[in-house]
Every structure is written in C-alpha cells, then in structure tokens.
C-alpha cells in the first residue's frame, strides 16, 4: 500500500495492473491515457490537483515511449505535430492557472469541477465517434476483398475536414507525410484549445485530439495515432512541469503505474500495425465512452454530502473496471489479428478491420 494523504492509502498492485491496462489502450489508439487516469485516481481518493498532477506526470513518460514505437512504425507526421504541441503548451497554461482558482474556491469545487468537465468531453467526443465508426463500419460491411482494399481502410473525409482545407489563412501548409494542406493557424488553434483542458483536467489531449485531427483536420486514423502523441508528449509535459512547480505530483504513485505502462503501451502500439485505423477508432470510442460513468457517479457522491458510502464503493468499482472493458476489446481484437495475419479463420464481420492479407495466402 502507499500512502497518498492522511487515511487514504491505494494497493500498489492495483495501481501496477491498471497502468498496465492504460498502456495498452494508449499505444493501441495513440491517446495519453488521461481521461482513464485523472478520473481513476479522484475516485479512488486522490484530491483533484494531486490526481491531475501525477496523471501528468505519468502520462509524460508514457507517451515518450509511444511516440519512439511509433515513430519506428511510421505513424507520425513531426511538422503537424510540433505545430499543435506549441498551441497544447500555451493552452495548458491557461488550463493550470483555473484549476488553482478552483483549488481557491475549495477543494470539493475543484473535484466536481473536473470531474464534470470531464464527464461533458468524453460524452461529446464519444457520442460523435461511436455515431461515426458505426457508420463507417456499416459501410465496410459487405464489401469484397476488392472492394475493402479499394476502401483503403474507409478513411474519414469529413464536410468539416474539407471546409477546413479549403480555408486559404496563410500560411497555408503542405504536411506531405499526411497527404493534405491545411492552414497552421487551424492546427494551432485546435492545440491551444486542447491545451487548455489539458491543463485544467489533467489529460493529455488525445482523446480529443485524435478526433480532431482525424475529423477536423483529415488526417489518416493510423498517421493521427502518432502524431497525436507528439503533440501530448510536448502539453503534458509542460502541463507536468507546471504542476510539479505547484507540488501536484506523487511521483511514487507515478513510477509504480509507469512499470505497468510501459509494458502495455510497447504491446498496444505494436498489435497496430496488423489493423486497419477503423479497428483503431472502434477501440478509442469504447473507452472514451467507457470512461464517463465513474466520474458521473463520484459527482453524485459529493453533491449528495459524501454521505453515501455505497455510491463511493461503486464508483471506484467502475473505475477499475472500465479500464478493462476497453482492455478487453484490445486484446481480443489482437489476438483475432494475430490469427489472421498466421492464415488462422476469424469471423466475418471482424475480417475487414484485418490489415493485410493473411502470411499463409501470401506464400
């Protein structure tokens, strides 16, 4: 057990397997992993600014790592990268200095603050993913093998992504690794507009800005996996090192889950390369919706007085637990890829996420 405050105490183990988890999710749908962690460790008694902070702290060598795999991948557009982490980093700043005003107010205003900003991201993000993986996938299925390769993994092409494109705010970029042109004042903005969230949540971004670079920019779901990530390692690093300054970070806390991360987010990041960024954007809208009961009903615990011991106990429950329904989707969609890709047979409505085509039929 370590100690985090005065009678509140977490299992080791427990804080190990659950990094283990968030590794696996965050290298698989190239996310930071915050808006599992920050609203986990507030559950599980963390005050709000030392959740946010460890979070950070933790996501910041987290994502280092991601970003190295996936750079060996190939997953990663540096130019486009780098221009949103400079507006993550600004934003972020704003984001830390609200979260002191909250801190001000009182400690309980800074928790249900968090935790119901939280909850209203991930239910917008999420509602907008599962509504559009859905489609894509209704789209998929059915088709031929022809007709899946011609699909070339349904990428999204968005009436926002081509308005956005169209846009001709100089300077007008060229990203010649994500094939598209757009404004840098619109990747910027989009960072600076992340970044303040990254700052006040505790997060690292990618969960929004996956979505953005995909559907509002209109860059490849695997290419945005990367490049997603650089712009995360540069804001929570930032926002880590703001925070460190405030003493929000329990750099024991951080260390243990970062054994467990480190493990999941190599093996994550890897099982990519076997899938389509179809099966990558199912995964991250399961846990981005995944993520929003625990924080509703931790919310419901402090509005109702922090009298209802029952309704604290299932808070935490959920929160462990819905690392793993995630987790569970990941590997039993690499463990079906890895089947595949050895000439194994897998059901039908999975084998159009497949990248590829078996090793058996390649000879």
């Known amino acids: 057990m370590v100690e985090i405050a005065p009678e509140i105490a977490v299992n080791l183990y427990l804080l190990a397997a659950l990094g283990t988890g968030v590794g ?22 963390f005050p709000a600014e030392i959740a946010v ?28 990268g780098t221009i949103m982490a400079a507006g993550t980093m600004a934003g972020a700043e704003v984001g830390v200095r609200l979260l002191e005003r909250f801190r001000g107010v009182s400690e309980t205003f800074a928790d249900v603050g968090v935790l119901s900003a939280m909850m209203l991201t991930l239910s917008v993000v999420a509602v907008s993913m599962v509504r559009e993986v ?7 299925t059915g088709m031929d ?33 994500s094939k598209l042109r757009i404004s840098g004042w619109i990747v910027l903005l989009l960072g ?10 505790g997060v690292g971004g990618c969960f929004m800005r996956g979505p953005a670079l995909i559907y509002l920019v209109g860059q490849p779901s695997l290419m945005a996996v990367g490049t997603n990530l650089v712009g995360a390692f540069m804001g929570v690093g930032f926002s880590c090192f703001r925070h460190a300054m405030l003493g929000h970070v329990h750099l024991g806390v951080a260390l243990v889950m970062l054994l467990g991360t480190a493990i999941g987010t190599q093996i994550g990041a890897s099982g990519t390369s076997w899938l389509k960024g179809l099966a990558v954007r199912w ?22 007085g922090s009298r209802l011991d029952w309704l604290d106990a299932t808070a935490r429950a959920v929160a462990v637990a819905q690392i793993f329904v995630p987790v569970a989707v990941v590997v039993a969609v690499l463990a079906m890829a890895f ?23 390649t000879g």
């Open 339 to 361: 089947r595949h890709y050895r000439g194994g047979t897998v059901p039908a409505w999975i084998r159009p996420l497949m990248a590829g085509r078996p090793r058996a039929a």
């Open 53 to 80: 902070g460890t979070a950070l702290a933790l996501m910041t060598a987290n994502t280092l790592v991601a970003v190295l795999r996936h750079r060996e991948l190939g997953h990663l557009d540096l130019k486009m």
């Open 283 to 304: 995964v991250l809208a399961t846990s981005v919706a995944a993520a929003v009961l625990a924080p509703a009903l931790k919310v419901a615990w402090f509005v109702t």
């Open 145 to 177: 093998t022809e007709g899946e390769a011609a699909a070339d993994d349904l990428e999204v092409q968005t009436a926002a992504c081509r308005f956005l494109q169209g846009l001709c705010i100089l300077p007008h970029i060229r990203f010649t690794k």
């Open 192 to 201: 600076t507009a992340i970044g303040v969230l990254s700052g006040f949540l």
């Open 24 to 45: 696996l999710i965050a290298g698989f749908a190239g996310v930071s992993g915050g808006y599992l962690l920050t609203p986990i460790l507030i559950v599980l008694g």
């Open 134 to 140: 859905w489609s894509s996938s209704e789209r998929l």
